[in-house]
């Protein structure tokens, strides 16, 4: 139950944001996200958007290895 | 693989030190390590403990007879995450309560529950809200409703669960915890920075793909190997380090601290999150006015000591024998997040 789910948000209306998970598109509340808008990628969990995404994965672990020495 | 993963995964095989021992604290983190093979990759020296942080496995067996209880002799529909239909109760789980003509659905979000409610006006409907500071702003939000709309016939039977005084009863289990990512896009990372100030615990926050776990294996070896305490965010495309602020609002505006039963872990003071006064009118014990329920373990089981890092599934004597995904003992064993499901799925055993 505690996997999070990555989707693009595709609509939002009145708290409620319409999201896009590779083709299968679902509403979830957008209750604790504001300014989120059509575009970004979120993390959903039970069907509340948590966190937005800013960065790939791969932009992200590129960043942290450069700086561990 | 580009450059960067192979120095993770050279740094990870490479270590040649002393023996540490590094705590998955989400069970998450558990079955994703095990799934994309990078258990393989540790060097005999680097032992990977598994924790607390599996919201069905930490689930008293008592929460299993409360629900129980509602469904029976409440006659009420039970909404849960389907992780716990399974999970054993004292005397039964509730497939178990569900064979006697209980009405149990499984939902995806607290909100399905709702829905439900609408639909059944002559039925008592409650969601069992479990789960840590991730899934806690659900059952908030889906309370606020409910309560928006004037519903009479749902509530929620709360064991939520918070995580900074489990990592206080935690201190000293190992070398460093990998902090569940999820947890901290919501509460931020003050209370895991606190940790390694005051009290020198390591940790890194991880995420959940193979590059983001490699980062954070490889990031902890190597400040483990520096010696000093340490604290880093592996996962701040996701993670920031004031946490969600409006989803720590909405848990404080509909609930507040309680004590905790914790499977293994015992009565953790304030680590538990129980509706405010104000919407009582939602918290399923008041409503239906429970008696006291506690709940008795199976003395064979031991997912106490698995969910401490005190001992491996393997060490379980019924473990893949009397306790297996299809006819389980214990929480772990039921859970997709569970150790020992983990550890069934993914070893060799008899
Ligand atoms: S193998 Fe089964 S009985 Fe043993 S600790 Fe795990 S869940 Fe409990």
Redesign the pocket.
């Known amino acids: 139950m505690c996997v999070g789910l990555s989707a693009r948000v595709v609509r939002v209306e009145d708290g409620t944001a319409l999201i896009d998970a590779s083709g299968a598109q679902r509403e979830v509340s957008a209750g604790v996200l504001e300014d989120l808008e059509p575009g970004d990628f979120v993390m959903v969990h039970a069907g509340v958007a948590i966190a937005k995404i800013t960065d790939s994965d791969e932009n992200e672990t590129d960043d942290l290895m450069e700086n561990l020495s | 693989m580009n450059e960067n993963m192979k120095k993770a995964r050279d740094i990870i095989t490479s270590y040649q030190g002393k023996p540490l021992r590094i705590m998955e604290v989400c069970g998450t983190h558990t079955h994703e390590i095990f799934r994309l093979g990078l258990r393989k990759l540790l060097p005999e020296q680097v032992d990977l403990i598994s924790g607390p942080g599996c919201p069905v496995c930490v689930t008293a067996i008592g929460f299993i007879d409360e629900a129980c209880w509602l469904a029976l002799e409440k006659k009420c529909i039970i909404c849960t995450f389907g992780d716990l239909i399974r999970v054993p109760g004292t005397k039964m789980s509730l497939a178990g309560a569900r064979a006697k003509g209980a009405e149990v659905k499984p939902v995806y979000s607290p909100l399905d529950s709702l829905a439900i409610a609408e639909e059944n006006p002559d039925r008592q409907v409650v969601f069992l809200a479990v789960g840590f500071e991730t899934t806690t702003p659900s059952a908030c939000i889906t309370v606020k409703k409910a309560k928006q709309k004037g519903l009479t016939n749902f509530s929620i039977l709360t064991a939520n669960k918070t995580m900074p005084n489990a990592y206080q009863a935690l201190v000293g289990s190992a070398d460093a915890f990998l902090y569940p990512g999820h947890v901290n896009a919501i509460t931020g990372n003050a209370v895991c920075q606190k940790l390694c100030n005051e009290q020198g615990v390591s940790g890194v926050v991880a995420g959940f793909t193979a590059g983001e776990l490699l980062t954070a294996l490889a990031t902890t070896i190597r400040l483990l190997e520096k010696g000093e305490p340490f604290f880093r965010n592996c996962y701040p495309r996701v993670v920031k380090d004031e946490g969600n602020l409006s989803a720590q609002k909405l848990m404080q505006e509909v609930m507040q601290p309680c004590d905790s039963e914790w499977r293994g872990l015992g009565v953790i003071h304030d680590s538990g999150m129980k509706l405010r006064s104000e919407f009582a009118d939602f918290d399923a014990r008041i409503k239906h006015d429970m008696p006291n329920i506690v709940g008795k373990p199976?003395p064979?089981?031991?997912?106490g000591?698995?969910l401490q890092g005190k001992c491996k599934?393997s060490d379980?004597?019924?473990?893949?024998k009397?306790?297996t995904p299809l006819h389980?003992?214990?929480?772990?064993?039921?859970s997709d997040e569970?150790?020992?499901s983990a550890y069934?799925q993914y070893t060799e055993h008899e």
């Open positions: 199976n064979a089981c031991r997912c000591e698995v599934p379980c004597k019924v473990f893949g009397g306790c389980p003992i214990g929480a772990c064993m039921v569970g150790a020992c069934y």
